[in-house]
T-cell receptor, first 110, second 113 residues
Framework: DAKTTQPNSMESNEEEPVHLPCNHSTISGTDYIHWYRQLPSQGPEYVIH???SNVNNRMASLAIAEDRKSSTLILHRATLRDAAVYYCILRDYDTDKLIFGTGTRLQVFP | DAGVIQSPRHEVTEMGQEVTLRCKPI?????LFWYRQTMMRGLELLIYFNNNVPIDDSGMPEDRFSAKMPNASFSTLKIQPSEPRDSAVYFCASSLGGVGALHFGNGTRLTVT
């Protein structure tokens, strides 16, 4: 299973943009990049996913490097409700598995 | 859309008892996953199904754990006999297709005393 590397923690101020990085240097050509977040005492929540092109949805944007060895989740204006653990995961196209790492704990300050 | 529904939300049992956790995936989803989360080990994939067929159970910790999916709308995870180290939050998730988003339930918090 291809692995991802994320910083353990990050901090942001409310209403500022947040860029959460993820390295996945062993990604294969058919692995999809998924991002999930887990708020305290809740199950993981889907944020966004992509293959090669940058993706946008109502929650966030996903910027994927041209060589696909890294990606960045962008929260355009952080709110206190965005404080969570953010997981960057590769979904293996061959096995369909989704293996979670340790994620990045995002703290948002008012 | 009611989302993925898990029951019970909380389960407290004594060591040696049988525990059954239940999951109803989102209608139409063809993949179902069982995860376990602890502080020490984070989120671990236990087993997943595609079209009701178990595909990979390599994450199931021991023979005490078993999972079934008798139809597209129901799955169970059984632990028999339960042990204190099985205490964790167990999540069920479903997805449409092999690369789509996973939708998680609210989890079952299991405490084995």
């Amino acid at each position: 299973d291809a692995k991802t590397t994320q910083p353990n923690s990050m901090e942001s101020n409310e209403e500022e943009p947040v860029h959460l990085p993820c390295n996945h240097s062993t990604i294969s050509g058919t692995d999809y990049i998924h991002w999930y977040r887990q708020l305290p005492s809740q199950g993981p929540e889907y944020v966004i996913h992509g293959l090669t092109s940058n993706v946008n949805n109502r929650m966030a944007s996903l910027a994927i490097a041209e060589d696909r060895k890294s990606s960045t989740l962008i929260l355009h204006r952080a709110t206190l409700r965005d404080a969570a653990v953010y997981y960057c995961i590769l979904r293996d196209y061959d096995t369909d598995k989704l293996i979670f790492g340790t994620g990045t704990r995002l703290q948002v300050f008012p | 859309d009611a989302g993925v529904i898990q029951s019970p939300r909380h389960e407290v049992t004594e060591m040696g008892q049988e525990v059954t956790l239940r999951c109803k995936p989102i209608s139409g989803h063809d993949y179902l996953f069982w995860y376990r989360q602890t502080m020490m080990r984070g989120l671990e994939l236990l087993i997943y199904f595609n079209n009701n067929v178990p595909i990979d159970d390599s994450g199931m910790p021991e023979d005490r754990f078993s999972a079934k999916m008798p139809n597209a709308s129901f799955s169970t995870l059984k632990i028999q006999p339960s042990e204190p180290r099985d205490s964790a939050v167990y999540f069920c998730a479903s997805s449409l297709g092999g690369v789509g988003a996973l939708h998680f339930g609210n989890g079952t918090r299991l405490t084995v005393t």
